[in-house]
């Protein structure tokens, strides 16, 4: 009933509204009507039948409100450049299915549709503009839809296919299932081998639609909700070598990023650098575990402000290669200070989320891999520099008088991401009150 | 009452950047004189704290007093506290922080009047004075880290202080990287400490005895760790080369980081855990070794400069190398010493080098000597020949840069090589996409 009400309300809005209201909107809408519910302690099973079993629970309550957060930091690029398209409203909805699905047949069926409308727009793209951008997309999600139906079918074997994910037996999470389930979180999530979609995925949509597909993180719901509280039937060499593989995606996705010239493809990889240190923290103890959320929070805000920022200015000054220093900061001084204030909340800068969430996840894998736990610090550290060389490229250097740009940075449009920079700094400012609310959730 | 007066002194830094920049978003008009009149007004208080704190350190036996906030974080094992301790040392440091930022917001009333960047320089330089109060005053490694890298932080960003040319961007990043890899020294040491010792606490460290750092394989780690946490804000070898190119922001700031709070960090964070490293001689040898190996280094490399800032800066590496070495004979107080001493000399004649060559060139008695007659008596027993070649090397850094970009350049063919074998992988992709799905 709640879905119900929720998606005739999204769509009425949407009707009404068809600009970036819409998300301002929406993404509020989420956020208020998630914490009243869990409030009056609605919070389980908002509907259910033999089938469909959705429910508002801690962990999909986080993921709602950095969702919801997400839409609304996308105001700055939404108002002047983009209409959203119904391809958009499809991905928005699917990923509010994904975020609420209770049993692992709605999950993967929201999962299936939306992968589905992705791998359709990118075919006709592919036939429509002769370009071969998409390919490994298609490739790897070939694989990973026979990963993804092995594990439906496993599940279907074992009974545990409509049960809601709290009452799925023990005896369902044997080494296969929780290989299996392991191995599509790891595809989910692009984690070495299955790196190579998310380059083709990111640089053939808008990054709207790349992000609210993003944003889900269907990989960690799936992860956090059925495999983590069992890990301990994989083994610790298997854990390792996850470890290892997700150091491993990040050490390279800092390095394209390093060695890329072009705007959009450093910061992709940067944003993907970090998502694959989030996935490296999972593999850990309860210490790293709670410092992944945190960088769910702190990556899901900031990524997407730094996108939007990107997205603004990539259409209002048509230059979309760092080779020269651009020297935006003069035109756009609030704007690349808020870019390097989201940065600073994603690498590692005292005082800010991502300084604590570092200081969580390495300490906790260091208890547990104590060597593999300091290559984390590695992988940070190359991540720090490659935000440092996106800002500096960016925004420093010599501005060309010449170069023409199109519009100025409005204060009304700062306004969502002041708000969210605030939040973050806050979170590293007191750490202590965001541990407390998330610990819950993560016992 | 000394907590009271304390945390005021720690705090005003902070409130007054956090103030700085809710003006900046907020669109406030700020004039330069009241910006400026505040800044030194709150400098000025601050440095009267430190002053009282110290007087009272030196001539009247305060007792050195453990301060905490309590916890941080605090999750199962792991818990980040926030804890001070104000003793002899951290009060001397803050003492130098506060007399020298002082002195330097004075002098960049006149030097950056009408400057567009005025505003962002006052604002760095409180979020570093806070960066160093921390530094000087935490109880923790954990807590150390955070005011180690907002000083970093701050002073990237006032190297890039006139962002509008590319030089000084290139310079900051340069500083950036060394920084960030001497960061993974500091990160991973407090790592392990909380890995082995389930602390980071200064006291509870020093309390596992001689044992555990002397002969443990996990405690020398950790304390060549520290050594190469502290090699980068210090500028020694192999980190000396971003610093003479760091001089492209404004003197102030210069003076500020190069030549007397950020760069002493490093034999700081050394003082700090001197009762650690003291207990393996082979730690001390490293240290001395560094040290003295820099100090000669950028001696050489020096005396075969033009410019009156890189000469500074190499000095400066070579006064902190010295005191390095003092570090590792034991000195620990002559190093205190040598390091306040040395840090308000640099400023001095760091502040003084704007116009020292003008004042030269207008001074008619001195007009004709002002190239400085620079050679030692130790220099003729070479030939001559060997003393050409000599030059040239150091001119060239001994081909420290070249070596580095050398090495850059390899890891950079040697990644492109694999992405290159990556290449195959796609094609295969787009084989299997085109000819067995039949996408075309």
New interface residues.
């Given amino acids: 009933m709640f879905i119900f009400i929720l998606l005739v309300l999204f769509f009425l809005i949407a009707k009404l509204l068809p600009k970036f209201n819409l998300f301002f909107i929406s993404g509020f809408l989420i956020l208020v009507v998630s914490y009243v519910l869990l409030s009056f302690g609605f919070a389980h099973e908002l509907a259910r039948s033999e089938y469909f079993n959705f429910d508002l629970n801690p962990v999909s309550l986080v993921v709602s409100l950095v969702f919801s957060l997400s839409l609304m930091v996308s105001l700055i690029s939404t108002k002047k450049f983009f209409t959203p398209t119904i391809y958009t409203k499809q991905l928005i909805i699917l990923s509010v299915g994904i975020i609420l699905a209770n049993n692992l047949f709605v999950f993967f069926l929201f999962w299936f549709i939306q992968r589905g409308f992705i791998m359709r727009q990118l ?1 006709e793209k ?2 429509s503009k002769s370009t ?1 951008l ?3 997309f ?3 999600h ?1 694989i990973g839809f026979s990963i993804a139906g092995y594990f439906i079918y496993l599940s279907l074997m074992k009974g545990a296919l409509f049960l809601p994910f709290n009452k799925i037996p023990m005896e369902f999470f044997d080494s296969q299932t929780m290989l299996t389930g392991l191995i599509f979180a790891f595809f989910s999530h692009g984690v070495i081998p299955f790196h ?1 979609w998310l380059p083709d995925f990111l640089f053939t949509q808008n990054w709207l639609d790349a992000s609210v597909t993003l944003m889900t993180r269907s990989g960690i719901l799936i992860f956090v909700q059925l495999i983590y509280p069992h890990s301990q039937i994989l083994g610790g060499d298997l854990k390792l070598l996850f470890v290892i593989l997700c150091l491993l995606t990040s050490v390279y996705w800092s ?2 990023g390093l ?1 890329d010239v072009k705007c959009l493809k450093s910061l992709s990889y940067l944003v993907l650098a970090q998502v694959a240190l989030m996935m490296t923290a999972l593999q850990g ?3 790293s575990l ?1 410092g992944a959320y945190m960088q769910l929070i702190a990556i899901g805000l900031s990524a997407p402000a730094m996108l939007a920022i990107q997205s603004f200015l990539e259409r209002s000054f048509p230059l979309t290669s760092m080779a020269p ?1 651009l ?1 935006l ?2 035109i756009y001084p ?1 704007l690349s ?1 808020l870019f390097c204030l989201f940065g ?1 909340t994603m690498i ?4 800010t989320a991502s ?2 969430v ?3 996840i ?3 894998l ?2 547990d891999f ?1 060597v593999f ?2 290559f984390h ?2 992988a940070s ?1 190359l991540n ?2 490659l935000f ?2 996106i800002f ?1 490229r960016y ?5 060309h008088e010449a170069r023409v740009f199109y519009h100025k940075e409005d ?1 009304f449009e ?1 306004f969502p991401l ?1 708000m969210v920079i605030i939040f973050l700094i806050l979170m590293g400012l007191f ?2 009150a965001f ?1 407390k609310f998330l ?1 819950p959730l993560v016992a | 009452m000394i907590q009271l007066i304390f945390y005021t002194m720690v705090s005003i830094p902070l409130l007054f950047a956090l103030t700085l920049g809710l003006i900046f978003f907020m669109n406030l008009p700020l004039p330069e004189k009241i910006l400026s009149l505040v800044a030194r007004w709150l400098s000025l208080i601050v440095f009267f704290i430190s002053t009282y704190l110290l007087i009272g350190f030196l001539f009247f036996n305060f007792e050195p007093q453990s301060m905490s906030l309590g916890h941080w974080m605090h999750l199962k094992s792991f818990h980040f506290d926030i804890d001070f301790k104000l003793d002899r040392l951290g009060i001397l440091y803050a003492f130098l922080t506060t007399s020298l930022i002082g002195i330097i917001l004075k002098f960049s009333k006149n030097y950056l009047h009408r400057e567009a960047g005025y505003f962002r320089f006052i604002l760095l330089m409180n979020l570093l004075m806070f960066g160093l109060f921390i530094c000087s005053f935490s109880h923790a490694l954990d807590l150390f880290f955070v005011g180690w890298e907002l000083v970093g932080t701050t002073s990237v960003l006032l190297i890039s202080y006139f962002y509008d040319k590319n030089q000084p961007v290139k310079h900051a990043f340069k500083a950036l990287v060394s920084y960030r890899i001497c960061d993974i020294g500091i990160l991973s040491a407090s790592a392990l400490a909380h890995y082995s010792l389930m602390t980071t606490h200064f006291d509870d460290v020093i309390s596992q005895g001689p044992t555990f750092w002397g002969h443990s394989s996990l405690g020398f780690i950790i304390g060549l760790l520290l050594i190469f946490a502290s090699l980068a804000k210090a500028g020694q070898f192999p980190f000396t080369s971003w610093l003479p190119t760091a001089m492209e922001g404004p003197t102030p700031s210069s003076a500020i980081f190069y030549g007397a709070l950020s760069i002493h960090l490093g034999p700081f964070l050394l003082l700090r855990f001197y009762p650690l490293i003291s207990e393996s001689y082979f730690l001390l040898l490293c240290i001395g070794s560094i040290g003295l190996f820099s100090a000669i280094y950028a001696t050489l490399v020096g005396r075969t400069r033009s410019d009156a800032k890189t000469m500074l800066a190499f000095a400066t590496i070579s006064q902190v190398g010295i005191i390095y070495f003092e570090i590792s004979l034991g000195l620990v107080e002559l190093a205190e010493f040598h390091l306040v001493a040395h840090a308000f000399l640099r400023t001095y004649q760091f502040l003084r080098s704007a116009s020292l060559i003008q004042d030269f060139f207008n001074n008619p008695t001195v007009r004709d000597n002002i190239f400085v007659k620079r050679s030692l008596s130790i220099e003729k027993f070479f030939p001559m020949s060997f003393r050409r070649r000599f030059y040239l090397h150091a001119l060239h850094s001994f081909h420290l840069d070249f070596l580095t970009s050398r090495l850059l350049t390899f890891t950079q063919s040697s990644v492109s090589a694999l992405f290159r074998l990556e290449n195959l992988m796609l094609e295969g992709e787009k084989f299997f996409v085109k000819n067995i799905l039949r996408i075309k």
């Fill in positions: 075919i592919m036939k071969e998409g390919s490994s298609i490739f790897q070939t190579r390095v394209k060695m103890d309860h210490v709670m220093y020297g900061a003069k609030k200070t600073f590692g800068v005292p005082l300084h604590v570092e200081d969580l390495i300490n906790g260091v208890h104590p736990g300091l610090i590695l550290c720090g520099i440092f060389r500096f925004f420093l250097g010599e501005f204060e700062l002041l750490p202590f541990i610990n």
